[in-house]
């Protein structure tokens, strides 16, 4: 069975720094496209970073240089390096698969979220 | 930044038929995908590549799409429908992804 649960949300001030973790099961993290996925409180979804089955990542203009998306080498953990922390950080968290392949660019499997607010 | 723009709301009675819209650039490239998402739940994908459902979602989903719009359709719909709707694709470099603005549905 497939399955997706992130940890390390919490409350953290301005400037501050959180990793959050996704511990999957059911499949490997290095032989999918892993991607980070937020949604603000009463906003929409909004996509934050890719990490490729071959190692490449990417990010949207708005985390760009402060966030770092990685996986263990276990092939198990997705993690998020959240540094430099705004009050628009604010948001829950989703991990979620894309199984890519010729029909990649969706997600079909997501955890349940982790929220992170930034605050002082 | 490449941009997915739905409309914000719509209303649909109860066994009636609700088509929702996703507009963008990138549409007429890469494929869109939709989620539902109820409220206090992780987003749920309904359709993907434009028009496949997967495993378990009942074929009152349909997805379509033809130049720069990709669209959702639910024939018949069920209270248990009433729920935000999100498409999603790649940007314009195929590298990064992008989701849609979000559809709230509200079953009468």
């Known amino acids: 069975e497939v399955q997706l649960v992130e940890s390390g949300g919490g409350l953290i001030q301005p400037g501050g720094s959180l990793r959050l973790s996704c511990v999957v099961s059911g499949f490997s993290v290095i032989s999918n496209y892993m991607t980070w996925v937020r949604q603000a409180p009463g906003k929409g979804l909004e996509w934050v970073s890719v990490i490729y089955s071959d190692g490449s990542t990417f990010y949207a203009d708005s985390v760009k240089g402060r966030f770092t998306i990685s996986r263990d080498i276990s092939k198990t953990t997705l993690y998020l390096q959240m540094n430099s922390l705004r009050a628009e950080d604010t948001a829950v968290y989703y991990c979620?698969?894309?199984?890519?392949?010729?029909?990649?660019?969706?997600?079909?499997?997501w955890g349940q979220g982790t929220l992170v607010t930034v605050s002082s | 930044s490449a941009e997915l723009t739905q409309d914000p709301a719509v209303s649909v009675a109860l066994g009636q038929t609700v088509r929702i819209t996703c507009q963008g650039d990138?549409?007429?490239?890469?494929?869109a995908s939709w989620y539902q998402q109820r409220p206090g739940q992780a987003p749920k994908l309904v359709i993907y590549a434009k028009d496949i459902r997967p495993s378990g979602i009942p074929d009152r989903f349909s997805g379509s799409g033809s130049g720069n719009t990709a669209s959702l359709t639910i024939t018949g719909a069920q209270a248990e429908d009433e729920a935000d709707y999100y498409c999603n694709s790649r940007d314009s470099t195929g590298k990064l992804y992008v989701f849609g603005t979000g559809t709230k549905v509200t079953v009468l």
């Open positions: 979620a698969r894309d199984p890519g392949g010729a029909l990649n660019g969706f997600f079909d499997f």
């Open positions: 990138s549409l007429p490239i890469y494929f």
